[in-house]
């Protein structure tokens, strides 16, 4: 017996909620590997910046220790 207009409603109906849940959860796995990458992103950057303020005190104790001397005048 083949299914009636009401049984192939039904099972598509039931097919679109399956898929729309489907979708929401990739898209809540994706979500959250973002978050991840986000993360690691700022902890590189808080790297990157500690590193950029090692070097700019190295620059300024570099240019104080060579620094050339005022001559002077006779």
Do not use: C, H
Not at 8 to 24: D, F, R
Not at 45 to 60: C, L, N, Q
């Amino acid at each position: 017996m083949p299914l009636e207009i009401q049984g192939v409603t039904l099972v598509i109906i039931v097919a679109t909620l399956a898929a729309i849940v489907y979708s929401l959860r990739i898209l809540v796995l994706l979500e959250r590997r973002i978050a991840r990458l986000d993360l690691n992103i700022e902890k590189m950057a808080g790297v990157i910046a500690k590193e950029e303020f090692k070097i700019e005190r190295e620059e300024v104790r570099l240019a104080k220790a060579f620094k050339p001397k005022a001559r002077k005048r006779a």
